[in-house]
C-alpha cells in the first residue's frame, strides 16, 4: 500500500526553528508538495520538490531525498502566524497525489 | 488574484436528504477535484475532472456523485446524506499536470449530517 507518514502534532518557539519530517512509500515518484493550512482556512501552496536537495523560500525551505523516500519542511524564525496544520503530498507514478495526514504545529510565545 | 469558491460553509442536513455542494474556479483551469478531509486522516479524494462533462472516481466515490456542465463549476452531489458523511468537504483545481501543478483550494464546506 501507499503512505506517508508524518507527525501529528508538534511545538516550537517564536523565533526559534522547527523542521516538519515526512517520509513516504509511494509506487512511484513524480513531485512532492507541502501545503499550509491553517484553522477553519483552505490549504495554500508552500513548495514543490521533484529533485534531490533543498528548495528554499524566505523562511521556509523544503528538502528532498528520493532514495530514502524523505522530505522535510523547514520553518525559520518562527512567528505566530506560523501555527498552522502542514500537509506533505506525493505524486505517484500514476500521477495521482498521495496525502499524509498532516502536522498541526503549535506556536507558543 | 486565484479564486475557488464553495457555495456554502456549514451546512446541516438530515439524514437521506439530497446535498448539493457547489464550486466554482475562475481561473480557467481543466481540473477539479473534490476531497473530503476528516480528523487523523490524509485529504481522500471524492471524485475530479479533468474536462467539461468528464469525470473520474477517486478513492472514495461511494454515496457521491458529481456533475461538471461547465469549465468554471464541479457540484459534488450525496443523492441520499448518511451520518458517515459528516466531514469536511474541500474543492480544489488546477491548470496541467498533477506533478507541476499546484492545487488551488476553496475554504472548504462543513457539512453536518443528523
Known amino acids: 500500500g501507499q503512505n506517508i507518514d508524518q507527525p501529528t502534532e508538534m511545538t516550537a518557539t517564536e523565533g526559534a526553528i522547527v523542521q516538519i519530517n515526512c517520509t513516504y512509500q509511494t509506487s512511484g515518484f513524480n513531485g512532492l508538495f507541502w501545503y499550509q493550512q491553517h484553522a477553519g482556512e483552505a490549504p495554500t501552496f508552500l513548495s514543490y520538490n521533484v529533485l534531490d536537495g533543498l528548495e528554499e523560500k524566505g523562511r521556509f525551505s523544503s528538502f528532498l531525498s528520493r532514495s530514502k523516500g524523505y522530505s522535510y519542511l523547514l520553518l525559520k524564525e518562527l512567528q505566530m502566524k506560523d501555527s498552522a496544520s502542514y500537509l506533505c503530498?506525493?505524486?505517484?507514478?500514476?500521477?495521482?497525489?498521495?496525502w499524509g495526514a498532516g502536522t498541526k504545529l503549535i506556536i507558543k510565545p | 488574484d486565484v479564486k475557488v469558491t464553495q457555495s456554502s460553509r456549514y451546512l446541516v442536513k438530515r439524514t437521506g436528504e439530497k446535498v448539493f455542494l457547489e464550486c466554482v474556479q475562475d481561473m480557467d483551469h481543466e481540473n477539479m477535484f473534490w476531497y473530503r478531509q476528516d480528523p487523523g486522516l490524509g485529504l481522500r479524494l471524492i471524485y475530479f475532472?479533468?474536462?467539461?462533462?468528464?469525470?473520474e472516481k477517486g478513492d472514495i466515490p461511494e454515496g457521491y456523485s458529481v456533475s461538471r456542465e461547465k469549465k468554471e463549476r464541479f457540484s459534488l452531489i450525496l443523492e441520499s446524506a448518511s451520518t458517515n458523511q459528516t466531514s469536511m468537504y474541500l474543492c480544489?483545481?488546477?491548470?496541467?499536470?498533477?506533478?507541476?501543478?499546484?492545487?488551488?483550494f476553496g475554504e472548504g464546506s462543513r457539512l453536518t449530517v443528523l
Open positions: 503530498t506525493v505524486v505517484d507514478s500514476n500521477y495521482q497525489l498521495i
Open positions: 475532472s479533468y474536462d467539461v462533462k468528464m469525470k
Open positions: 480544489a483545481s488546477s491548470f496541467g499536470g498533477l506533478d507541476t501543478g499546484e492545487l488551488f
